[in-house]
C-alpha cells in the first residue's frame, strides 16, 4: 500500500512540473513520456548520445549528467531510450554502471557508442583515464555486462598522446564488407580494426590526418552514396566539424563548421543516423531551464539535410526540434 501511494505521488508530481510537455508514465520499469521540442528529455540530464536504428525504432544511448549546479562532470551510469515516431519515448532500466566495470579505477561513465553484430550488442564506453570498455548484450535495451573484464584499449594505445584522458569517445562503424572499426581520442584521432567478434583489436592503430584537421574528440563515422563523412568535436568550446572520404580510412577532405558551440556548454558531442528516411543530427547543450550546464547536460536533436554534392548544410539548432514520423 505504501510503495502504491508513493508511485501515485511521484506521477502527481511530474504531472505538475511538467504538465503536458511530459506525459509520463512508469509501467514494469519503464519510463514513458512524450517529447516536444529540445532539449528531448526534461526529467533528466543526458549527454553524449549514440544513436542506432532496429527494424523501425530508434534506440538512444547517452551518458547521464548529475543534477545542476554541478562544478564539474558527474558521471556513473549510462540511459537508453526508444521511439519509433520521434515524439513518444521510452526509458529503459539502467543498462550499465561504471561499477560494472571493475577494473574501471576512474570511475567516470564517460561517451560510449552501441553496434550491433551477430544479433548481440556491443556497447563500447569510456572511463576516463582508464581506458575503453565493451559490454555485451542480447537485447539494445540490455542489461549490459562486461565483455572483457579489462580494457579494450589504454593509453598505451594512444602513441601519439600524453595526456591522461586521450583514450575517450569510442565511434564503431561496419562497412558494406562487414569489417568493424572503432575510432576514438582527445586531442589526437586514433582509429583500428576491430576483429569479428568485436571484442579484439584487429592489426596496427593509425591516426586520421589531413590539411585543417583541428580534433578534439568525439569522433562519428557514416557513410551515404558512397561518401564516408568523419564528425568530430573540434576546438573548445567545442564546434563540430566534418570531412569526407572515398575510403573509410581516407584521405579525409576537411569541409567546414557542421555545428556551431551548443548553447550554455563548453562540450558538444554527436550522433548521426537516418531514421524512417530522414537523416538527424543528435547533440547535447547545457539548455534546461536553469539548472543546464557544461556539467549538466541534455540531449536534442535536428535535421540533417544533405546537398547535392554530398555536402552537409549547417546544422540549425532549435527549440521546436523535429516534427512527429508517422
Known amino acids: 500500500m505504501k510503495q502504491a501511494i508513493i508511485s501515485r505521488l511521484t506521477t502527481l508530481i511530474l504531472l505538475l512540473l511538467f504538465g503536458s510537455s511530459l506525459l509520463a508514465q512508469s509501467q514494469?520499469?519503464?519510463?514513458?513520456?512524450?517529447?516536444?521540442g529540445n532539449p528531448i528529455i526534461t526529467h533528466k540530464f543526458t549527454a553524449d548520445p549514440a544513436a542506432i536504428v532496429e527494424e523501425g525504432t530508434m534506440?538512444?544511448?547517452t551518458g547521464h549528467d548529475f543534477e545542476g549546479g554541478q562544478k564539474g562532470y558527474k558521471m556513473k551510469d549510462w540511459c537508453v531510450f526508444s521511439t519509433t515516431d520521434m515524439l513518444n519515448w521510452t526509458e529503459h532500466p539502467t543498462p550499465l554502471k561504471i561499477e560494472d566495470f571493475t577494473w574501471a579505477k576512474s570511475g567516470d561513465a564517460y561517451a560510449g557508442h552501441v553496434a550491433e553484430r551477430n544479433g548481440k550488442y556491443y556497447w563500447y564506453i569510456s572511463t576516463n583515464w582508464t581506458g575503453i570498455g565493451v559490454a555485451v548484450s542480447d537485447?539494445?535495451?540490455?542489461?549490459?555486462?562486461?565483455?572483457?573484464?579489462?580494457?579494450?584499449?589504454?593509453?598505451?594505445?594512444?602513441?601519439?598522446?600524453?595526456?591522461?584522458?586521450?583514450?575517450?569517445?569510442p565511434a564503431i562503424f561496419t562497412?558494406?564488407?562487414?569489417?568493424?572499426?572503432?575510432?576514438?581520442?582527445?586531442?589526437?584521432?586514433?582509429?583500428?580494426?576491430l576483429k569479428d567478434n568485436m571484442i579484439e583489436i584487429?592489426?596496427?592503430?593509425?591516426?586520421?590526418?589531413?590539411?585543417?584537421?583541428?580534433?578534439?574528440?568525439?569522433?562519428?563515422?557514416?557513410?551515404?552514396?558512397?561518401?564516408?563523412?568523419?564528425?568530430?568535436?573540434?576546438?573548445?568550446?567545442?564546434?563540430?566539424?566534418?570531412?569526407?572520404?572515398?575510403?573509410?580510412?581516407?584521405?579525409?577532405?576537411?569541409?567546414?563548421?557542421?555545428?556551431?558551440?551548443?548553447?550554455?556548454?563548453?562540450?558538444?558531442?554527436?550522433?548521426?543516423?537516418?531514421?524512417?528516411?530522414?537523416?538527424?543530427?543528435?547533440?547535447h547543450n547545457g539548455g534546461m531551464q536553469r539548472d543546464g550546464s557544461s556539467y549538466s547536460r541534455s540531449v536534442c536533436i535536428d535535421k540533417l539535410e544533405y546537398r547535392p554534392d554530398g555536402t552537409i548544410k549547417g546544422i540549425v539548432m532549435t527549440s521546436a526540434g523535429v516534427s512527429v514520423i508517422d
Open 28 to 36: 514494469d520499469s519503464l519510463f514513458r513520456f512524450r517529447s516536444e
Open 202 to 283: 584487429e592489426g596496427e592503430i593509425k591516426q586520421v590526418d589531413f590539411d585543417g584537421f583541428v580534433f578534439e574528440e568525439a569522433p562519428w563515422i557514416h557513410k551515404k552514396d558512397g561518401k564516408y563523412y568523419l564528425t568530430y568535436a573540434s576546438g573548445f568550446p567545442e564546434k563540430i566539424a566534418y570531412a569526407m572520404a572515398d575510403q573509410i580510412e581516407g584521405p579525409y577532405e576537411y569541409k567546414g563548421i557542421l555545428n556551431e558551440i551548443a548553447g550554455n556548454s563548453n562540450t558538444n558531442h554527436q550522433s548521426i543516423v537516418e531514421f524512417k528516411d530522414q537523416w538527424y543530427f543528435i547533440y
Open 59 to 61: 534506440w538512444l544511448y
Open 139 to 169: 537485447h539494445p535495451a540490455g542489461p549490459f555486462t562486461d565483455a572483457l573484464g579489462k580494457p579494450l584499449l589504454t593509453n598505451e594505445d594512444c602513441f601519439a598522446s600524453d595526456h591522461s584522458w586521450a583514450c575517450i569517445d
Open 175 to 193: 562497412n558494406d564488407d562487414g569489417q568493424s572499426w572503432i575510432f576514438w581520442g582527445n586531442g589526437e584521432c586514433y582509429y583500428a580494426k
